[in-house]
């Protein structure tokens, strides 16, 4: 973790080398979960679990900032699991290995969960900085959102309190308003045949490529700058 802890702004990179520290795959985010919530409380912050594990972290305004619309930072805890067929790694117990090329951080053979690891280390960074001054505050961190968002729909209603949400993919970008998403299931009707006589099987796989994701690019890398 050496190398972020060399980048700036630091606090942010702080933080987000110690979210990869601690294993967050989809379904296996307790553990970051709770190191969170201790990390909100050990500031003297409210922060509290509702009924599907999700996250909500409260911030007081600062001293004549008080009557400014409350406003929510949102964010995801899980991360995708995706290593390189030459890489040994276990995503429950394995820290991922982030590292600085150039102007991007990478992770040594796996996803590096920039998508949301950077996400939330910038909500959490903000909580943590007493110079900025500031309305008052949330920060909505949800669980399992890469299977379907399935903890934001158990969002326990009334609890946020903020007029306005917060869910930047781009920096130096807010957007008004929210994506949208469906799941589906088809079914393919297929018949199956013996392989001849004399006929072969090959298996082709196609690898290397540059990945791809529809909402940014902080799936596979952090852009930084030192």
Not at 112 to 124: E, R
Not at 155 to 171: C, F, K, R, V
């Amino acid at each position: 973790m050496s190398e972020l802890s060399q980048l700036t702004p630091q606090p942010l990179w702080d933080i987000f080398a110690n979210i990869c520290s601690i294993p967050h795959p989809s379904y296996h985010e307790e553990a970051l979960a709770t190191h969170i919530v201790q990390w909100a409380q050990d500031k003297g912050l409210f922060a509290e679990r509702d009924q599907v594990g999700n996250i909500l972290i409260r911030k007081p305004a600062t001293p004549g900032y008080e009557n400014r619309r409350q406003v929510a930072m949102q964010a995801h805890l899980d991360m995708v699991p995706q290593k390189n067929s030459d890489t040994t790694h276990d995503f429950t117990q394995d820290p991922i290995q982030p590292w600085v090329d150039g102007e991007w951080v990478k992770a040594r053979g796996t996803t590096l969960g920039a998508d949301n690891g950077i996400g939330m280390a910038s909500a959490l960074a903000v909580l943590a900085d007493d110079s900025l001054e500031h309305g008052p505050l949330e920060v909505l961190l949800t669980m399992t959102e890469e299977t379907g968002m399935e903890a934001a729909f158990g969002l326990q209603p009334g609890w946020l309190q903020s007029e306005i949400l917060i869910d930047s993919e781009e920096e130096g970008e807010i957007y008004m308003g929210c994506a949208g998403g469906v799941d589906f299931k088809t079914q393919l009707l297929i018949s199956r045949e013996a392989v001849p006589a004399g006929y072969h099987t090959l298996r082709v796989a196609l690898t290397g490529p540059k990945g791809g994701y529809s909402g940014s690019r902080y799936s596979s890398g952090a852009r930084q700058r030192q």
